[in-house]
């Protein structure tokens, strides 16, 4: 029972340094998605995909690279961490055209902290 | 601008008391979700509402959906303990397939 599953579960960079937070679902879910969460401002979508070799920007998307080999992945890259990326990152998958009542299933984090 | 702006904020109750929690937009969304979260983990889908004047019971939880579906709200029937976490509503404003837009939380807090 696995769900989705987030490595690291904690990360310290540098400023300038590059990462790949991992992002990998058992559940044959064709959309995921990346959010962020910052004290004060709930969960804010980076970037989602709605299958393998699709993906799009959602409403933070500075800073970050996505893309989609495979179902199960979803890697997100930070290019060169800034201060202002230190947050909480949550991947979340769920099932694709099955109706409005979809439940979205997330990981459990990675707390992401840049010096 | 917040889509989904939630009421309040936070919430400190004492334990046996009731609560409800607001959830508002001035769009229309096609369905709406409410997510609980507890330190250390990802949100968790308590209940997701479709119809407009939509009521669903979750036990002591309450979840409407306005009848404009432009609002939401969740009352806790004599609050207990284990009901403390992050409560977040999560709407999405297209087919099932569309990213869900949250709103900020309200943070409840449940004192023996």
């Known amino acids: 029972n696995a769900g989705v599953t987030q490595t690291p579960k904690f990360q310290v960079l540098k400023t300038g340094q590059s990462m790949t937070l991992q992002c990998a679902q058992d559940?044959?879910?064709?959309?995921m998605s990346w959010y962020r969460q910052d004290p004060g401002m709930g969960l804010r979508l980076i970037h989602y995909s709605v299958g393998a070799g699709i993906t799009d920007q959602g409403e933070v998307p500075n800073g970050y690279n996505v893309s989609r080999s495979t179902t199960e992945d979803f890697p997100l890259r930070l290019l060169s961490a800034a201060p202002s990326q230190t947050s909480v990152y949550f991947c979340?998958?769920?099932?694709?055209?099955?109706?409005?009542?979809?439940?979205?299933?997330f990981g459990q984090g990675t707390r992401l902290t840049v010096v | 601008t917040q889509l989904l702006e939630q009421s309040p904020q936070f919430l400190s109750i004492q334990e046996g008391e009731n609560l409800t929690v607001y959830c508002n937009s001035s769009?229309?969304?096609?369905?709406l979700q409410w997510y609980r979260q507890e330190p250390g983990e990802g949100p968790v889908l308590l209940v997701t509402v479709v119809t407009g004047g939509e009521v669903k019971k979750l036990k002591r939880l309450t979840f409407q959906f306005g009848d404009a579906r432009k609002d939401s709200s969740l009352h806790i029937t004599a609050a207990q303990t284990g009901d403390t976490g992050l409560y977040l509503c999560a709407g999405a404003m297209g087919s099932g397939n569309t990213p869900l837009v949250f709103g900020k939380g309200t943070r409840l807090s449940v004192i023996a």
């Open positions: 979340a998958s769920k099932e694709q055209n099955r109706g409005l009542r979809t439940e979205a299933f």
């Open positions: 559940m044959n879910h064709e959309y």
């Open positions: 769009s229309v969304f096609s369905s």
